[in-house]
């Protein structure tokens, strides 16, 4: 019997740290990834990541049409980059990791995209592996007077206020 509670009490103690260690998975402060990445977008123009990132902070989002998690995102991210177009602090790069580019497209037509948004294609995932990600949707805050960021795995409310001031303290917005 003791040493059933001791092997419970053992149990716990790695349950919670488990968890803890997928809660700072989830959203963690993590060190600069790698730059070097090109994709075309759905106009079969390429874009260097190295090359054409601007303002204070990049958010580089990783979806797929298969995902349902992603489909469901989709629209609260695409109100929160609307309402943020013109703020020249926030550029937006959205990643596709279909395998097919009519699948990400036919979701894509649903909804308005500011011109400065960048819709990309990354049928071989080459950039999420890059970057670190394996599940879907997962989004990425780069500070880009450090390269330091961000990463959310799933989804967010892009709506939440608490969540705007974490994006604005992060980028050492005021």
């Not at 990425?140 to 409310?157: A, P």
């Not at 001031?165 to 005021?174: V, Y």
């Amino acid at each position: 019997m003791a040493n059933i509670r001791k092997l419970s009490g053992v149990l716990v103690v790695i349950a919670v740290l488990l968890g803890a260690a997928l809660w700072v998975s989830k959203n963690s402060h993590q060190g600069p990834p790698d730059l070097d990445f090109h994709l075309s977008d759905f106009h079969h123009k390429t874009h260097d990541f190295e090359l054409e990132r601007k303002g204070k902070g990049v958010f580089v989002h990783f979806w797929a049409s298969w995902c349902p998690p992603c489909l469901k995102e989709l629209p609260e991210f695409n109100e929160f980059i609307l309402k943020n177009e013109k703020n020249p602090d926030y550029e937006f790069w959205l990643i596709s990791v279909d395998e097919k580019e009519e699948a990400a497209l036919g979701i894509l037509k649903k909804y308005k995209w500011p011109e400065g948004v960048r819709l990309l294609f990354d049928p071989t995932k080459t950039a999420a592996r890059k970057w670190g990600t394996w599940d879907y949707p997962e989004t990425y805050l780069l500070r880009l007077s450090d390269l330091k960021r961000i990463k959310w795995l799933g989804t967010r409310d892009w709506e939440n206020p608490r969540y705007i001031k974490e994006i604005n303290d992060f980028l050492l917005i005021k």
